[in-house]
């Protein structure tokens, strides 16, 4: 999952920057959720951009790395997780992964 969000800060915010670029990955659990942070300080994006790729159809559009990795999160886990996009031309891209975060119990039984 977090592969496509990667790939994608690095060809489409870092590659197209002048200057230094920055992606930053933080992985952290948030109450009951599980948020892989993936954050670049690459070129942004408009949020019509970002709707775009988020709506159109994937057969007539190249860029679906996002679209997928949501489509498979929700799939999985539900409607309730997903990706949350904060994006600004010129400035960068926030996408956090939210998923379920589980732990297993080991529940001591003696015998």
Known sequence: MIQPIVENSVV?????KKGRGIIEI????KEDYL??????NGVGMENL???K???EDQENYSKIGLKNTL???KLFYGNEYGLKIE?????????DIILLYA???KERVDV
């Open 35 to 40: 948020v892989i942070s993936v954050e670049d």
């Open 49 to 51: 951009e970002l709707e």
């Open 53 to 55: 790729i988020l709506n």
């Open 103 to 105: 732990t297993l119990r």
């Open 12 to 16: 489409h915010g870092i590659e197209p």
């Open 26 to 29: 933080k992985i952290y659990r």
């Open 71 to 73: 489509e498979r999160i």
């Open 87 to 95: 994006t600004q031309k010129n400035v960068g891209t926030k996408v």
